[in-house]
């Protein structure tokens, strides 16, 4: 089976890595789209910089939205582990992955062994009801809360004007269950992620959050909507001191989410070179760009329109790796489940380093 | 390969008087002069002062709260100047890269990251595996965890303790412990908002004290060679030195470190009710052997506070500069606070800075005080060389002074303290003492046998010049550093401890994470291998 190609042709490895170090060595500005475990985006990251490239990560729309929330204003944030043994009172925000499901119904399905020890309960403040966040409120019992014609930073601004005792215009359906609810718990947990609604409405809740602390305890688990992305970007804080989106000139990083925006710079014609990357597998890059690819995707096929495609595995499925896990919040070592022949990221993107002119290794 | 640095004066107080003689290296451990052998390479090293590679004992250069601070502060890369360059990665701020980048250029070879929390150990040692030239070593936190907590709650055996101590280290890789405002986190999530020495966690009925106390035994029963690291309760507050006097008195015979003691060195006297109370703890470590500390010296400017002590961090929400925070109540151990905060020369920030000073200069024996910013929470680390300055020179202290707070200076005791550190009691303080804490006996010395790493500083009037871009650094025999720019780019180890795991233990801690927290425990370890550089770690002999 053949995980390299030119084209559309197989070829070997060999001659794939040679080929798309050509096209890396005579790019002006390269960008790369991430999606790959630590070690991937370490390599990655060091080659960007020695391109003179930017990257962001595949997930990069939502990711910077989550990334606003903490360059803009911070917040309070405990961890799963902590919501599920303290935790007597879980309020979902918004939207959540269906990644995420899974915890969220072993919390319902679970008590607090530390703390109040009530009985959990779970809320659900959300804006316009959608058929999925209104399936998983449903199974899991999450009791409502909800205005008419309120979007979900209107109808968190209603809920904290009502903690103060403010005066309101509008109302929520359960308020006074909640309240009565809020008024027993210990440790009251909001459950958020960046597909829950825009930046506003997440530091609406922050806002919310801070107010009950004031008096009494409260926090937030924040569950990233994609497990990878929020990996990628740890990574990238410790590697460059920046989020993605960010960028290399003359070896210096600088980080802004408009200028290093490598989907607008494939649309605007400022990048020269997009190295795609993709270990989920079944997933084709992005439209809108006419500049020349190279594909690190996990497939049996040349990806449609690059000059050069590598088959690459994914971090515990393929092999061995490091991932980011929001059942932990931390990074997690993940084993192989199904090993297999594919190569990791970090070794073809090593490869390419390699091959590149003056054939330096980098420094991950 | 044997290289010989000649002409030098080699201060090295742990084999002998300051004196003008060769250093020899051979294939990266120093040698006494080989008899008629030529050396490889030569190095004049003449009109300069040739040192063991400096240790940082406590320096938060890694881990989750470290990048937090990162991501919620992408414009403080300022704070890390000057930039270094030509080695891949060194010119991002703040990264891991620049941190060996510009710790190796001041000569320092081997730095502790005192704040890891275990269940987030794996994400620690990522980080400070990208970070090259030097050598690095965690400190693992206890004290905040229900484990911990409940073995006291239930007065378990100390043997139990201890097990679990020695699995914590070994499954964190850490060379130490830390426990951090003891049993403070945990009642903060129960909504206690202060702690001292003698509160009581709820829900476990254990003191603080007695965390400390049974931490500080355990640590001690089980050889390790660092003391218990302890950062006691009421950080920063007025009134903060009682407890830590109370803390100092508290060792009973038996070692303990103190971490930053500037951040207890207030009384309560004067119109604002905030003093020095520095001469007083002075007098009380001068006066017991059992203690250690660090200062946690405070400098001016822009920085960020990054602490586990989640409690007092939520604190000092309302003093954020820029107004934008971070706090994580985490599992057990884990969590803190991110708190930017820019020290003034105003009343508060004066008074700091020379309590930090003031503790520098009158506990006598260098043995027992380490030289620390706390990075980065009293200053950054490339602060250092300007602190080496007013440590050696009592008119750079003056002239500074003059630029200070008069009132807050004025309650202090620092106008009238002229020691001035000699070359020899910086050797000490930074390299020979810091060893002899951590039980590295490869290091910090120059005698034959030792590692070499070795700092080289060009003399001259500007102290601070001296020690910001070192003339040459060895790492490992590997010269890294010349002229104050790193030439050699090479990767250090993790040190650790390995205390073999008590199979019960395992158990109990299997069945532990699968109750309390649904997961198997294989999602809270992981093997060397996860890190993917050859031979991240390198274990200490206890």
Redesign the interface.
Known sequence: MSVAWIGSQPVPLTDAVRNAAKLLASSRCPVFTLDAD??GT?SAI?LA??LGGAYDHAAGDVLAKE?AL??????????P??A???SSLIVIVGEIPAAHHELLQ?WAD?QP???DRHKRSLFHIGGIETTEAGRLARKLKAIPLRGEGLSLPAALGVLRAALQGQRIAASLSNIERFKKALATA??PVFVFSGTSGDTAGLVMLQGLIADL?KT??A?SVFLPADDDAWGT???S???????PRTGFSN???S?DPGRWDIQRMIRDKEADLHVWMSTRGGETPPLGGKIPLISLSKTNAPTSGAKVTISVGKAGIDH?G?SY?S???????VQAAQPSQLPSV?SIIGQLAEALPGKKA??? | MLIRLTGGEVVDPVNGATAKRDVWIRDGLLVDAPKGATADETHDVSGCIVMAGAIDIHSHI?G?N???A?????EH?RAHLP?P?NT??S????????TGTLYAQMGFTTVVEPAMAP??A??TH??LA?I?IIDKATLAILGND?FTLSLLRDSKSKAMLDDYVAWIIGSSRALGVKVINAGAAAA????VRSFSLDDIVP?YGVSSRKIVKSLQASVTRLGVPHPLHVHANNLGIAGSADTAAATIAATEGVPLHLAHLQFYGYGTEGKRKFSSEAARLAEAVNANPDVTIDIGQVMFGQTVTISSDVMRQ?SAIGNASPK????????GN??GG?VPYRYKQDYYGSLQWAVGLELFLLITDPWRVYFTTDHPNGAPFTAYPELFELLMSSNARDAKSTELNATALGLTTLASVRREYTLEEIAIMTRAAPAKLLGLKDRGHLGAGAIADVAVYRKGRDIAKMFREAALVFKNGDLVVKNGKVTH?RWGKTLRLNPPPDKAMVKRMQAYHEE????SL??????D??I?RPDPFAEVIS
């Open positions: 630590v070690h370490r060091a910089e020695r990334v903490f360059t803009d204003h911070g917040g309070m944030f405990t961890t582990g902590e599920r043994r303290r072993a679970s062994d530390l703390g210990q440790f602390n009494g305890r926090s970007a740890l990574t804080l410790w590697m460059t001191g920046f989020p070896s210096l990083p980080y061995d490091v896990s059942r932990t919040g931390t990074f997690r070592a970090s980098l420094p991950c | 890694g989750g470290v990048n937090t990162r991501l919620l502060l992408p890369h930039r360059a891949p990665l010119n991002a701020g703040w990264s891991t890269f620049q269940y987030a794996l994400h990522l980080e990208d090259p229900d903060f999530k129960e909504n829900e939520f934008k925070t971070v706090i994580l109540d985490g599992d884990g969590g991110i780019y309390r927290y649904g997961l294989d999602w809270f370890t992981f093997p291998s996860a993917q």
